[in-house]
């Protein structure tokens, strides 16, 4: 599954297996169930989740009981809770919707490992700028809708 994450920065960015080497060692592997809840609503963790096989959901679940989906990770997606990042108790629940292999990578992975390899920076600047713009765009979907939407 590390080869998966390599070959996944490889597709981005050029990254010898020196580099890569470099910057693994933090990385680790981890299997969860098909409905197995990873994070609950009031954590504050210290990893986030590079899927490799399986999907994860991002959602909160309002004073009704009502889920509300933030954000699907599929397989060579990453998926974090952006609360946890500043140290600040998460808003949402993640959770497994079918058997799921991740890579569990520290908070702070991309801003380290960029400064041993720089080439990473602009690769997650990209990748938090795109998770904007689809954030934006499912706001604005949400937003528009009408109430039988």
């Not at 590390?2 to 960015?13: G, P, S």
Request: aromatic share 10%; glycine share 2%.
């Amino acid at each position: 599954m590390i080869n998966q994450f390599k070959n996944y920065l490889k597709e981005k960015i050029q990254i010898t297996d020196e580099q890569f080497d470099s910057i693994s060692a933090e990385l680790k592997i981890k299997k969860f169930d098909k409905n197995e809840i990873i994070q609950y609503t009031g954590d504050i963790t210290k990893h986030g989740f590079f899927v490799c096989k399986g999907l994860l959901r991002a959602y909160s679940i309002d004073n009704k009981g009502k889920e509300h989906i933030l954000q699907f990770a599929p397989e060579d997606w990453l998926i974090s809770d952006r609360n946890s990042m500043n140290n600040e108790a998460s808003v949402f629940f993640i959770d497994a919707i079918e058997a799921t292999e991740v890579i569990i990578m520290p908070n702070d992975f991309m801003e380290q490992a960029a400064i041993k390899v720089p080439c990473l920076q602009p690769m997650h600047t990209r990748l938090l700028n795109n998770s904007i713009r689809f954030m934006q765009k499912r706001i604005n979907m949400l937003l528009s809708a009408t109430a039988e939407e």
